[in-house]
């Protein structure tokens, strides 16, 4: 069984940063894909960045491009994402979660396990 528990998540002013984590156990860690993505309230969950298995290739949404950076810590079964510049849409929760694939994916239904969530709010 997967699990992934992600921390990190907090009350912090707009442009202020935040590093969230992702601790994986369960699988062989390296060998898969990870995302992240983000639901506020009253909104479908959505999309905001991945990387590829050895971290070779990233992508990002558009609305967090040039302030969000994803990294991984292989040896540590770890995936973060560095939040900087921080506005209060960035609010919501953040989840991780991995694909039983070496490649990075932007969709929801690409992606078999879940953490449960960290809570982002960024005060204005």
């Known amino acids: 069984q997967v699990q992934l528990v992600e921390s990190g998540g907090g009350l912090v002013q707009a442009g202020g940063s935040l590093r969230l984590s992702c601790a994986a156990s369960g699988r062989t860690f390296s060998r898969y894909a990870m995302g992240w993505f983000r639901q506020a309230p009253g909104k479908e969950r959505e999309f905001v960045s991945t990387i590829s298995w050895n971290g070779g290739t990233t992508a990002y949404a558009d609305s967090v491009k040039g302030r969000f950076t994803i990294s991984r810590d292989n040896a540590k079964n770890t995936v973060y994402l560095q939040m900087n510049s921080l506005k209060p849409e960035d609010t919501a929760v953040y989840y991780c979660?991995?694909?039983?694939?070496?490649?990075?994916?932007?969709?929801?239904?690409?992606?078999?396990?879940w953490g449960q969530g960290t809570q982002v709010t960024v005060s204005s």
């Open positions: 979660a991995s694909r039983g694939s070496y490649f990075i994916a932007t969709m929801l239904n690409e992606y078999d396990y």
